[in-house]
């Protein structure tokens, strides 16, 4: 699976963005897709996630109520819909699929083992 990262950008503290992921080769693989972050100086973590057929979703609390994930499946899209930006989210984010789990596996033991390349999102006055 080859995935593609865009929607990145500089914004203000309230405004929305929506970032996109293209997913190419091998998506009828993929059991779950979710966009991560990682700002300068901290890990990389889970911001939300989304089982691929059923449409299920997760979130991290510190985005809770502001980010959205959702998914295409005919178009083998991916998107995070996010609004009321904060200073705070401002990172690099990274789309991700899992293609290993096995049908029935649960948030706890996703495996993402595809990553896009990135896309920077700024938020600051």
């Known amino acids: 699976v080859q995935l593609q990262a865009s929607g990145g950008g500089l914004v203000q503290p309230g405004d929305s963005l929506r970032l996109s992921c293209e997913a190419s080769?091998?998506?009828?693989?993929?059991?779950?897709m979710g966009w991560f972050r990682q700002a300068p100086g901290k890990e990389r973590h889970l911001v939300a996630a989304?089982?691929?057929?059923?449409?299920?979703?997760r979130y991290a609390d510190s985005v809770k109520g502001r980010f959205t994930i959702s998914r295409d499946n005919a178009k083998n899209a991916l998107y995070l819909q996010m609004d009321g930006l904060k200073p705070e989210d401002t990172a690099v984010y990274y789309c991700?699929?899992?293609?290993?789990?096995?049908?029935?596996?649960?948030?706890?033991?996703?495996?993402?083992?595809?990553w896009g390349q990135g896309t920077q999102v700024t938020v600051s006055s």
């Open positions: 989304i089982m691929w057929r059923g449409g299920s979703t």
């Open positions: 080769v091998r998506t009828w693989s993929i059991y779950a």
């Open positions: 991700a699929a899992d293609t290993r789990s096995l049908p029935g596996t649960g948030w706890a033991y996703l495996s993402f083992d595809h």
